[in-house]
T-cell receptor, first 114, second 119 residues
Framework: DGGITQSPKYLFRKEGQNVTLSCEQN?????MYWYRQDPGQGLRLIYY???????QKGDIAEGYSVSREKKESFPLTVTSAQKNPTAFYLC?????????????FGSGTRLTVV | SQELEQSPQSLIVQEGKNLTINCTSS?????LYWYKQKYGEGLIFLMM???GGEEKSHEKITAKLDEKKQQSSLHITASQPSHAGIYLC?????????WGTGTASKLTFGTGTRLQVTL
């Protein structure tokens, strides 16, 4: 079955370290997104990518970086510049060629700074 | 940028009771999505509304988009413990999707409504 796979499910980071969260989809979707969710809050957009080798900053891009070398993959790196990285991270994708097409979400990665 | 406000922020209802969650947008809604989330998990798609006055139902959940396309409501009839979770509304911006250019829009979310269903 097609879907989005995020890994790992839980991730622990020491202060000053960079960590990379994986997001892979086999839905043949061209657009992919990264969201951050803090306790009791909704989702905030970090980065999104419309096509391979292209991506745009979302509302809270500072301290994060992404790459889109393959259509199936959209990894997110949380850098040491992100001062409060502890959060739940969700990846999503959609078929940007089709109007009013839904968004599919992964199961998320919970990042904790130790 | 578009802002979505959900109300109430949290809700506790007794099993079997009906409830309504509202989502109000600061701008016209081009596409309004309702998702459900269990704590620590991904989002499960419930429904999408696009046209003013549109109403969709799935099992005991009904969602409506008002005529002016700036407010949506989610109504659950005869709530069950399985309905517990966080309900999120999401809004699409205006789209210009052309083949090969991939000008996808951003999906913006409301703050969420936490629903608890007591026995």
């Amino acid at each position: 079955d097609g879907g989005i796979t995020q890994s790992p499910k839980y991730l622990f980071r020491k202060e000053g370290q960079n960590v990379t969260l994986s997001c892979e989809q086999n839905l043949n979707h061209d657009a992919m997104y990264w969201y951050r969710q803090d306790p009791g809050q909704g989702l905030r957009l970090i980065y999104y990518s419309q096509i391979v080798n292209d991506f745009q900053k979302g509302d809270i891009a500072e301290g994060y970086s992404v790459s889109r070398e393959k259509k199936e993959s959209f990894p997110l790196t949380v850098t040491s510049a992100q001062k409060n990285p502890t959060a739940f991270y969700l990846c999503a994708s959609t078929d940007a060629r089709r109007l009013n097409y839904g968004y599919t979400f992964g199961s998320g990665t919970r990042l904790t700074v130790v | 940028s578009q802002e979505l406000e959900q109300s109430p922020q949290s809700l506790i209802v007794q099993e079997g009771k009906n409830l309504t969650i509202n989502c109000t947008s600061s701008k016209t809604l081009y596409g309004l999505y309702w998702y459900k989330q269990k704590y620590g998990e991904g989002l499960i798609f419930l429904m999408m509304l696009q046209k003013g006055g549109e109403e969709k139902s799935h099992e005991k959940i009904t969602a409506k988009l008002d005529e002016k396309k700036q407010q949506s409501s989610l109504h659950i009839t005869a709530s069950q413990p399985s309905h517990a979770g966080i309900y999120l509304c999401g809004a699409d911006g205006p789209k210009n999707r052309a083949w090969g250019t991939g000008t996808a829009s951003k999906l913006t979310f409301g703050t969420g409504t936490r629903l608890q269903v007591t026995l």
